[in-house]
Each structure stands twice: as structure tokens, then as C-alpha cells.
């Protein structure tokens, strides 16, 4: 099989640039252990590139900042099997806002939104922690605030299954396929706030209620593919942004799941995925792609 892999900020945002790399080589390597044919866009425009290259594919996967995901997935559907989330959810999830409300409509617990006194300040339409800041100022155009909440910072890396056309009145695939725990490392630098990469699989006492909550929001949402949820577990289990993409954690999660992310990519996207899967060790992992086993 031909697979696109397509990720926008090797060649379009350099802050971002090591960090997508770092993804797009463990994919590549995944889907070439299964014996399938890896291509990827070249220097340019990546609308085009996705144009030129999607009808040549058997299936794609698009990686891109979340306000960028669902217009190059909508590409990919015209012309392939998307591997990844529909366009549609993409586009809701890039709202924080919105998904909020969706979430909260659906029991999941969110942030507090304020405009008054010490708060996180993020991007309505923004990209991990990018923007993301604390301070008493108000939030800017764009921009939204939100009660500071104290816990551990977790991500959970889920595979929600696809079910395509017809069979969608009478089939159910099953729950999201729960990859991994994560710890992020995520630090204050005068007030903004960085994320550094993080360990996995991480322990919690609350780990059953934790990939519970993970779960419930990629269903209520609709997201298929690789989703990542984030979540503050202190008093309270809080979700705090969904990404409907790969995302940095599953740098670490290869390194430690016997099972190939490829092939379970391409069984989640035909709704045949495992009940579970083989974690073994535990790493350190970086958000520029270096891995210490610990």
C-alpha cells in the first residue's frame, strides 16, 4: 500500500519543525516495518503538494497545527482513505471554546472560563502550548481564560475507530483504543507556559477514571484516528485540550508498544481495532525526538 504521510511544519513553521520531524520518522518507520510505501510532501506549497500527491496514494495521514487540520484533511477525503480524524471534527476541535461546551453538554468536566484576575490565557484557535500563558491581564482578541487548575499534567493517546457510510446506522466499531498514559513535562518560564515532551506510561491512582474520562471525550467528540487528550487529575479530572492528530507522545509510545502504530492506524480506520495493546518499559521522551529508556 502507498501512504502519505504529510506533516506541515518540517517545511512551514520552524519553531514546530524538529518536533513534527520527530513524528513523521516514527510513523514512516512504522509503516515501512508493514511493508507499505512512505511518501511526503516536498518544499512548497502544502495545500498543492497534498493536491499532487493524495490521488497517487491508497491512504494518507495528515499532521498540521489544529487551526490548519481540518482543511487539509478535507483535501485528503477528496481523494484518499484519510487515516486520521474527519475534517468536520478537526474543525470543531480547533475551537477550544467550543469543544468546551461540547464537553461539558456531555458531563466531561473543563475549565472554568474568567475574565477577572490570575488565569490561564489561550488561544481560542491555537496549538499545544503556544500563546498559552498566566496572568491577570485580560485576554486578547482570539483569546479566552480560564481558572488555573492544580494536578498532575497526563495526556492519554487513544485510536478511536472509523465507521464509513452506511454502516454507521447500524454498526458499532467499539470504544477508542486507549494506547497510553502520559506524564507531560510541561514548565512556567515568566509566566508562559512550555512544554518539553514527557514520560510514558505513566502511573496514577486515578489511571482507571482517567482513561474513562479519555475515552467519553474522544466518542462525544467523534474523533477517529490518533487523538490525544489532555487532562489536569488533581481534586478533579479535567480535560483541557483535545488534539485530533498525532501528537508528540506517541514518540514515546513506540518505543515501548509492541504493536506497529501503523498497522493499528490502518485496523482502526476499517473499525477493526484490538481491545488493548503490549506496553513494555517505560521512557523519557522529548519533544525534538530523543528517547531515554528509564
Given at each position: 500500500?502507498?501512504?502519505?504521510?504529510?506533516?506541515?511544519?518540517?517545511?512551514?513553521?520552524?519553531a514546530?519543525?524538529?518536533?513534527?520531524?520527530?513524528?513523521?520518522?516514527?510513523?514512516?518507520?512504522?509503516?515501512?516495518?508493514c511493508?507499505?510505501e512512505?511518501?511526503?510532501?516536498?518544499?512548497?506549497?502544502?495545500?498543492?503538494?497534498?493536491?499532487?500527491?493524495?490521488?497517487?496514494?491508497?491512504?494518507?495521514?495528515?499532521i498540521?497545527?489544529?487551526?490548519?487540520?481540518?482543511g487539509?484533511?478535507?483535501?485528503?477525503e477528496?481523494?484518499t482513505h484519510?487515516?486520521?480524524?474527519?475534517?468536520?471534527?478537526?474543525?470543531?476541535?480547533?475551537?477550544?471554546?467550543?469543544?468546551?461546551?461540547?464537553?461539558?453538554?456531555?458531563g466531561?468536566?473543563?475549565?472554568?472560563?474568567?475574565?477577572?484576575?490570575?488565569?490561564?490565557?489561550?488561544?481560542?484557535?491555537?496549538?499545544?502550548?503556544?500563546?498559552?500563558?498566566?496572568?491577570?491581564e485580560?485576554?486578547?482578541e482570539?483569546?479566552?481564560g480560564?481558572?488555573?487548575?492544580?494536578?498532575?499534567?497526563?495526556?492519554?493517546?487513544?485510536?478511536?475507530?472509523?465507521?464509513?457510510?452506511e454502516?454507521?446506522?447500524y454498526y458499532?466499531?467499539?470504544?477508542?483504543?486507549a494506547?497510553?498514559?502520559?506524564?507531560?513535562?510541561?514548565?512556567?518560564?515568566?509566566?508562559?507556559?512550555l512544554?518539553?515532551?514527557?514520560?510514558?506510561?505513566?502511573?496514577?491512582?486515578?489511571?482507571?477514571?482517567i482513561?474513562?474520562?479519555?475515552?467519553?471525550?474522544?466518542?462525544v467528540?467523534?474523533?477517529?484516528?490518533?487523538a490525544g487528550?489532555?487532562?489536569?487529575?488533581?481534586?478533579?479530572?479535567?480535560?483541557?485540550?483535545?488534539?485530533?492528530?498525532i501528537?508528540?507522545?506517541?514518540?514515546?509510545?513506540?518505543?515501548?508498544?509492541k504493536?506497529?502504530?501503523?498497522?493499528?492506524?490502518?485496523?482502526?480506520?476499517?473499525g477493526?481495532?484490538?481491545?488493548?495493546?503490549?506496553?513494555?518499559g517505560?521512557?523519557?521522551?522529548?519533544?525534538?525526538?530523543e528517547?531515554t529508556?528509564?
Amino acid at each position: 500500500m502507498r501512504v502519505l504521510l504529510a506533516e506541515y511544519t518540517r517545511f512551514h513553521d520552524p519553531a514546530l519543525a524538529a518536533e513534527g520531524e520527530a513524528m513523521v520518522r516514527v510513523l514512516a518507520g512504522s509503516f515501512r516495518r508493514c511493508g507499505h510505501e512512505v511518501i511526503s510532501p516536498e518544499k512548497g506549497d502544502f495545500a498543492s503538494e497534498l493536491e499532487r500527491l493524495s490521488p497517487s496514494a491508497d491512504a494518507a495521514l495528515v499532521i498540521a497545527p489544529d487551526h490548519l487540520m481540518a482543511g487539509y484533511t478535507q483535501i485528503l477525503e477528496e481523494h484518499t482513505h484519510n487515516l486520521g480524524c474527519g475534517s468536520m471534527v478537526a474543525a470543531v476541535c480547533a475551537n477550544k471554546r467550543l469543544t468546551g461546551k461540547i464537553l461539558a453538554r456531555n458531563g466531561i468536566d473543563i475549565p472554568g472560563e474568567i475574565t477577572t484576575g490570575m488565569k490561564v490565557i489561550k488561544p481560542i484557535h491555537g496549538c499545544g502550548s503556544i500563546g498559552v500563558r498566566l496572568s491577570e491581564e485580560a485576554p486578547g482578541e482570539g483569546e479566552m481564560g480560564q481558572e488555573l487548575l492544580q494536578g498532575d499534567h497526563l495526556s492519554v493517546s487513544l485510536i478511536g475507530p472509523h465507521v464509513i457510510g452506511e454502516a454507521c446506522l447500524y454498526y458499532d466499531p467499539g470504544p477508542p483504543l486507549a494506547l497510553a498514559l502520559n506524564r507531560q513535562d510541561v514548565r512556567s518560564d515568566r509566566g508562559r507556559f512550555l512544554y518539553r515532551g514527557g514520560e510514558t506510561p505513566a502511573d496514577s491512582p486515578k489511571a482507571g477514571e482517567i482513561l474513562e474520562v479519555a475515552k467519553k471525550t474522544v466518542k462525544v467528540l467523534g474523533c477517529q484516528g490518533y487523538a490525544g487528550v489532555d487532562l489536569v487529575c488533581g481534586d478533579r479530572i479535567t480535560v483541557v485540550d483535545v488534539n485530533p492528530r498525532i501528537t508528540t507522545s506517541l514518540i514515546g509510545i513506540a518505543a515501548v508498544m509492541k504493536e506497529e502504530i501503523a498497522d493499528l492506524l490502518i485496523r482502526g480506520s476499517h473499525g477493526q481495532l484490538p481491545p488493548q495493546v503490549h506496553l513494555e518499559g517505560r521512557v523519557r521522551f522529548s519533544k525534538d525526538g530523543e528517547v531515554t529508556r528509564l
